[in-house]
């Protein structure tokens, strides 16, 4: 009989990613992919330790596991990904009934481990070098990932696939755990990864997202030529079948102007640049060592808008970082107000232990003033989302139909005519009435009201032109 896999994932564009390859080589080894934890003998966690608040729900989803083990001592129990980096064996100690710890340059061993484990060789645990623990290429090799094998089941819709052109980061933001737990930067070779949206495009996929930390500073050089992101992109806008192209996340000072032509001159890239700003403050940004100052994040910024008019842009921004004053915050509020994000993230300032903010600087902004500043950042973002999207209102947008949308799934609504969810080529959220043979078609839809986060809109019979298909 198949063995059953639960899988649970946290974290960034790159976790769901990860997973996906994980299930892939585990169906193959045999696995079912079941929907709860009760109906599984196998349970899989992979983590996130960018905040505090992602560690807290997996150490507490573990706890509830407890009694579950207690009872049935042959589930197996695992956690993979960014916190099996950071925490390694702390967790058998905080949680003695774990089986398995892998780190995310270790994914790919994870059938094997398993294996193991239930031939009765006990708790297995695979992580890579700490980042000072050997020379570059010793822990650059113990940093490794695994992508070709891919599981259509587990995609975002089958219309859609990540492809990572990088691993690791090696800007060492103050504040930041990925350094540490995801490596050193290496880019893939531009080869193999348009061999894989090539695959991709075979199986019926129109978009693919291109994942990196920091994936504006993506360089392989291979036979004496290097490949930038911009380069990359002209490949694969090559391939036919695939209709979307996007990149996450880039870092503003790599945004250089080769790539804003490519973002501008090829029409399947998407003019879509989240480009985190993560505070208006000199003095934050450099502590936070971020390397550029908001002056020069104003200048991309008008770049990107010179040069791609239509793009929109959306931000992370920190909170609450060490020594953030009033006058500091107003300066994240001036830089939200002037640069108008199609949207923006803004987290409270986790202290993670390892980083070298926790060596530098206290966390001494009360969690209270980092919850108002985060409420008034958001709220401020809101209003501006809200006003941007509002002009969309009685025009015609280009959709790719992703799926139901949240309200027909849990009406579990399985007519025919359903409210559809999709997005435009700018990553604008569109909700509409369709037909269920319309998922994974591209759309024309014009737009009747809008919010904040969400524009509503009737599917268009009649075509009207090229100039609506980048709003
Ligand atoms: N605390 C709060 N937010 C953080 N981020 C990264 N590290 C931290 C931290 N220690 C945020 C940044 C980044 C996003 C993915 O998470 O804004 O862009
Ligand atoms: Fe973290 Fe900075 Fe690297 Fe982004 S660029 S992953 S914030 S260290």
């Given at each position: 009989?198949?063995?059953?896999?639960?899988?649970?994932?946290?974290?960034?564009?790159?976790?769901?990613?990860?997973?996906?390859?994980?299930?892939?080589?585990?169906?193959?080894?045999?696995?079912?992919?079941?929907?709860?934890?009760?109906?599984?003998?196998?349970?899989?966690?992979?983590?996130?330790?960018?905040?505090?608040?992602?560690?807290?729900?997996?150490?507490?989803?573990?706890?509830?596991?407890?009694?579950?083990?207690?009872?049935?001592?042959?589930?197996?129990?695992?956690?993979?990904?960014?916190?099996?980096?950071?925490?390694?064996?702390?967790?058998?100690?905080?949680?003695?009934?774990?089986?398995?710890?892998?780190?995310p340059g270790q994914l790919h061993q994870i059938?094997?481990?398993?294996?193991?484990?239930?031939?009765?060789?006990?708790?297995?645990?695979?992580?890579?070098?700490?980042?000072?623990?050997?020379?570059?290429?010793?822990?650059?090799?113990?940093?490794?990932?695994?992508?070709?094998?891919?599981?259509?089941?587990?995609?975002?819709?089958?219309?859609?696939?990540?492809?990572?052109?990088?691993?690791?980061?090696?800007?060492?933001?103050?504040y930041c755990i990925v350094p540490s737990v995801?490596?050193?930067?290496?880019?893939?070779?531009?080869?193999?990864?348009?061999?894989?949206?090539?695959?991709?495009?075979?199986?019926?996929?129109?978009?693919?997202?291109?994942?990196?930390?920091?994936?504006?500073?993506?360089?392989?050089?291979?036979?004496?030529?290097?490949?930038?992101?911009?380069?990359?992109?002209?490949?694969?806008?090559?391939?036919?079948?695939?209709?979307?192209?996007?990149?996450?996340?880039?870092?503003?000072?790599?945004?250089?102007?080769?790539?804003?032509?490519?973002?501008?001159?090829?029409?399947?890239?998407?003019?879509?640049?989240?480009?985190?700003?993560?505070?208006?403050?000199?003095?934050?940004?450099?502590?936070?060592?971020?390397?550029?100052?908001?002056?020069?994040?104003?200048?991309?910024?008008?770049?990107?808008?010179?040069?791609v008019p239509d793009s929109s842009v959306t931000?992370?921004?920190?909170?609450?970082?060490?020594?953030?004053?009033?006058?500091?915050?107003?300066?994240?509020?001036?830089?939200?107000?002037?640069?108008?994000?199609?949207?923006?993230?803004?987290?409270?300032?986790?202290?993670?232990?390892?980083?070298?903010?926790?060596?530098?600087?206290?966390?001494?902004?009360?969690?209270?003033?980092?919850?108002?500043?985060?409420?008034?950042?958001?709220?401020?973002?809101?209003?501006?989302?809200?006003?941007?999207?509002?002009?969309?209102?009685?025009?015609?947008?280009?959709?790719?139909?992703?799926?139901?949308?949240?309200?027909?799934?849990?009406?579990?609504?399985?007519?025919?005519?359903?409210?559809?969810?999709?997005?435009?080529?700018?990553?604008?959220?569109?909700?509409?009435?369709?037909?269920?043979?319309?998922?994974?078609?591209?759309?024309?839809?014009?737009?009747?009201?809008?919010?904040?986060?969400?524009?509503?809109?009737?599917?268009?019979?009649?075509?009207?032109?090229?100039?609506?298909?980048?709003?």
């Amino acid at each position: 009989m198949a063995k059953q896999l639960y899988i649970e994932t946290v974290g960034c564009q790159m976790n769901m990613l990860d997973s996906e390859l994980v299930v892939a080589s585990l169906r193959k080894a045999g696995y079912e992919v079941v929907d709860a934890p009760a109906k599984a003998d196998t349970i899989l966690f992979n983590t996130c330790s960018v905040r505090q608040h992602a560690e807290d729900k997996i150490y507490s989803a573990l706890g509830r596991l407890k009694h579950a083990k207690t009872k049935n001592p042959h589930k197996i129990i695992g956690v993979l990904g960014c916190m099996a980096q950071k925490d390694q064996k702390l967790i058998f100690q905080r949680a003695p009934y774990v089986d398995l710890i892998v780190g995310p340059g270790q994914l790919h061993q994870i059938p094997e481990l398993l294996d193991k484990i239930a031939a009765g060789a006990g708790r297995q645990l695979e992580v890579s070098l700490d980042r000072k623990a050997g020379s570059r290429a010793e822990i650059e090799q113990s940093f490794e990932s695994y992508d070709p094998l891919r599981d259509p089941a587990m995609r975002p819709t089958p219309f859609q696939a990540f492809v990572r052109i990088m691993i690791g980061c090696d800007k060492f933001c103050t504040y930041c755990i990925v350094p540490s737990v995801r490596g050193p930067e290496q880019s893939r070779p531009a080869a193999h990864i348009v061999a894989e949206a090539r695959q991709l495009a075979d199986e019926g996929c129109r978009e693919i997202t291109l994942l990196g930390q920091t994936v504006n500073s993506y360089k392989h050089t291979a036979d004496g030529r290097t490949t930038r992101l911009s380069d990359l992109l002209a490949q694969l806008h090559e391939i036919e079948g695939l209709a979307r192209l996007k990149f996450v996340t880039n870092y503003p000072k790599d945004m250089t102007d080769d790539l804003l032509e490519a973002v501008r001159d090829l029409p399947k890239v998407s003019p879509y640049l989240h480009v985190p700003a993560q505070s208006g403050s000199n003095r934050i940004l450099q502590r936070m060592k971020r390397g550029y100052t908001v002056e020069q994040y104003r200048e991309m910024l008008s770049r990107i808008r010179e040069m791609v008019p239509d793009s929109s842009v959306t931000s992370d921004f920190i909170v609450g970082f060490c020594g953030e004053t009033d006058e500091d915050f107003a300066l994240s509020i001036d830089l939200v107000r002037a640069s108008r994000f199609k949207n923006s993230f803004i987290f409270k300032y986790s202290e993670r232990p390892g980083t070298k903010s926790v060596q530098l600087y206290p966390d001494d902004v009360p969690e209270e003033v980092k919850r108002r500043r985060n409420n008034e950042l958001l709220a401020i973002q809101n209003v501006i989302s809200e006003e941007d999207n509002l002009p969309l209102v009685g025009r015609q947008v280009q959709v790719l139909v992703e799926g139901p949308s949240k309200a027909a799934q849990r009406h579990d609504d399985d007519g025919p005519v359903v409210q559809l969810v999709g997005r435009t080529h700018c990553d604008r959220i569109v909700v509409f009435e369709g037909n269920r043979r319309q998922i994974g078609q591209l759309l024309d839809v014009t737009i009747f009201d809008a919010n904040a986060f969400t524009l509503f809109g009737s599917v268009v019979t009649q075509h009207v032109g090229p100039e609506v298909y980048r709003l």
